[in-house]
């Protein structure tokens, strides 16, 4: 899946999604979130419509988070993640242009677990393969932090100078 998407270089959330419309051919506009998001509340959206898609974000955040959302957001547009049906019908009234009707769909988003998993390992590998973020090590990672605390090596890890007791 990655593969398939065209990193621009220099890369730019924005000029993927500006790339990302050229390909499908289908408009793409990123649009800031009404502020503030507050606790409780999704920091990114992403909305298809018959006129195009909508990625909306976080403008009261870092610049790199601010990235984070938006790729996030690419991940579900790129996998065309779909929303429970019970939650399409929420968005049926929607006024890309009207703050308030946002707010009121954005606490009643979701998608399953799984479609969030992949939409975030989506965005942290594009971040990742442009070195916004460093790569994963062996020891990096919840898992690699645990590793560590315990003293613990194994056959991952060559020339590890202890072994667990």
């Known amino acids: 899946?990655?593969?398939?998407?065209?990193?621009?270089?220099?890369?730019?959330?924005?000029a993927l999604c500006a790339r990302l419309a050229a390909d499908r051919n289908r408009p793409l506009r990123l649009m800031t979130l009404p502020t503030p998001t507050g606790l409780g509340m999704p920091t990114g959206m992403w909305l298809a419509t018959g006129e195009?898609?909508?990625?909306?974000?976080?403008?009261?955040?870092s610049p790199l988070h601010q990235e984070h959302i938006i790729l996030h957001e690419i991940g579900h547009l790129v996998c065309d993640h779909r929303?429970?049906?019970?939650?399409?019908?929420?968005?049926?009234?929607?006024?890309?242009?009207d703050p308030h009707s946002i707010r009121r769909a954005l606490g009643r988003t979701r998608y399953s677990d799984r479609q969030e998993q992949e939409a975030e390992m989506i965005a942290g590998m594009i971040l990742e393969d442009v070195?916004?973020?460093?790569?994963?090590?062996?020891?990096?990672?919840m898992l690699g932090g645990l590793e560590s605390g315990m003293g613990l090596r194994d056959a991952r890890h060559p020339g590890a100078p202890c072994s667990p007791r």
């Open 1 to 14: 899946m990655i593969d398939g998407i065209p990193l621009p270089q220099p890369f730019s959330a924005q």
């Open 52 to 61: 195009g898609d909508y990625v909306f974000y976080d403008a009261q955040t």
């Open 83 to 97: 929303m429970s049906v019970a939650d399409q019908g929420l968005f049926r009234h929607i006024d890309i242009e």
């Open 131 to 141: 070195g916004r973020v460093p790569a994963p090590t062996l020891l990096s990672g």
